[in-house]
């Protein structure tokens, strides 16, 4: 939403007051604080002025006269209380919290159906007969710290009359004074992969099933959004048979390959990974001495993506590993011609360091390139990236609530780059998510136009995150 949204409904009057968050109640089984959008980003047009934040929420099955009550908690300082606010909710105690306004008397969204909009006003040091429910950040001097750049945790919680809770939903607030002049790299990987099935009696030349509605409907989903959103570059990791049944599985279908094999030709924005005719256990077919099986697969593979006319990245070829990778990947990713790999970040042992006076484990978070199998010529080395873990778990359970999913997703981003902000070192991650056909394409939509205008993160394809 755009930071000139309207200012605040006149239920909320007043500079917020401190204090401790309400005593948690058990919530309803039933009824549930929904956010169907909000301000990503709140960047002052001046030095010292105020910006709204704006929540769009929605209640669903709320009792008559519900009402919605909102705290803003003080800025956070690592990622692991990030980490920790997404899986357990809200601790400690508010720096502002409204009061309870009855949800009927908000003003509704101009941008989404069925929402209402809570405006909160963020100011670096609020002064007297400031209009609005202001949100004071308490950083300017001579008071502050002098900065109030970082993210804010902020609870919203549904009420009935009696003030009892009945849900609550935390999402954050991402404030900083301009946009970064180092951002941090993104590579987002989507894949697009179905379970294989046979048609009932393959031909040489149409083995394959056609997907049935529900199948393509999960593929063309996340692909509508990629095609919504080009300037944002994405890496894809198909499956040439999935995409052979999505092209076969009717009109929808085939637009939707239609649209895949041109933004695959409109490099950078979308890059297509080779890839095996099926998914495979690169490794454990190396182990097994299945080399020819795998330039089998990769054929297999080659011959489909050409049919579609869907392009491949070229140069030093790229193997994205979803299990786990084994002592034996070396092999299979020669076999394959791959110079880099990207491996799990659950599947590495935690990193170290030596310093000038002792070996210290790393502590942030993991943001560059590294040699897979060091000691090798250049001819034959592996440069490899991790997946960072805990992204990756938000992309695979962002269908419950998508809106939300992907503002978490974009404050994490922007925890993990204000950990350096100032530096000059290339710093990227590499985020993979669920197989597209299990994702809400809502929730890719809202990501990628969040990516789109993100002042703190650059996206990049796997090729150029290497590179």
Not at 204 to 224: C, Q
Not at 373 to 399: I, K
Request: charged share 15%; aromatic share 4%; proline share 9%.
């Amino acid at each position: 939403l755009g930071l000139a949204a309207a200012l605040a409904s006149a239920t909320f009057l007043g500079v917020w007051s401190g204090g401790p968050s309400a005593a948690a109640q058990p919530a309803a089984a039933s009824a549930r604080i929904v956010l169907l959008g909000q301000t990503q980003w709140v960047i002052p047009a001046s030095p010292g002025a105020t910006s709204p934040f704006v929540l769009d929420v929605a209640a669903r099955t709320a009792p008559a006269g519900a009402q919605v009550t909102a705290g803003v908690y003080p800025r956070l300082h690592a990622r692991d209380d990030f980490e920790a606010w997404v899986r357990s909710g809200p601790h400690g105690s508010p720096m502002a919290r409204t009061g309870p306004a009855p949800l009927a008397t908000l003003p509704r969204a101009p941008r989404t159906a069925g929402g209402s909009d809570l405006t909160l006003e963020i100011a670096t040091h609020a002064t007297p007969g400031t209009p609005g429910p202001v949100v004071d950040l308490g950083c300017a001097p001579p008071t502050g710290a002098g900065t109030c750049t970082g993210v804010y945790p902020v609870e919203v919680e549904l009420t009935d009359p009696s003030g009892t809770v009945l849900a609550r939903m935390s999402t954050f607030l991402t404030y900083q004074i301009s946009k970064s002049v180092h951002p941090l790299e993104l590579a987002l990987v989507l894949k697009l992969a179905s379970p294989v099935a046979l048609a009932p009696k393959p031909s040489h030349h149409d083995s394959v099933r056609p997907l049935d509605a529900k199948g393509a409907a999960g593929l063309v989903g996340p692909v509508a959004a990629l095609h919504a959103n080009p300037e944002v570059p994405v890496t894809l990791d198909t499956s040439p048979e999935t995409l052979l049944a999505l092209d076969a599985s009717g009109t929808a279908g085939r637009a939707t390959v239609s649209d895949l094999a041109a933004m695959s030709a409109d490099l950078p924005g979308t890059e297509v990974l080779q890839s095996p005719y099926v998914p495979v256990n690169l490794g454990a077919l190396s182990a097994a001495g299945q080399g020819a099986a795998i330039s089998a697969q990769m054929a297999a593979g080659a011959t489909a993506l050409r049919r579609l006319h869907v392009l491949t990245a070229s140069g030093p070829g790229t193997w994205l590993v979803t299990g786990p990778a084994g002592r034996d990947l070396p092999g299979g990713l020669a076999r394959v011609g791959a110079g880099q790999v990207v491996v799990p970040g659950s599947d590495l042992a935690p990193t170290t360091f030596a310093s000038e006076t002792a070996t210290t484990r790393y502590g942030g978070t993991w943001t560059s390139t590294f040699d897979l199998l060091p000691g090798r010529s250049t001819a034959t080395a592996v440069h490899a990236a991790l997946t960072d873990t805990f992204l990756s778990e938000q992309l695979t359970r962002a269908g419950a609530d998508p809106a939300l999913a992907a503002a978490q997703v974009l404050a994490d981003l922007a925890m993990v780059h204000f950990e350096r902000p100032n530096t000059t070192a290339v710093r990227g991650l590499v985020a993979v998510g669920p197989d597209a056909a299990l994702a809400d394409p809502a929730f890719y939509r809202d990501l990628l136009a969040g990516l789109a205008h993100d002042p703190d993160v650059a996206p990049v394809t796997l090729s150029q995150f290497f590179a």
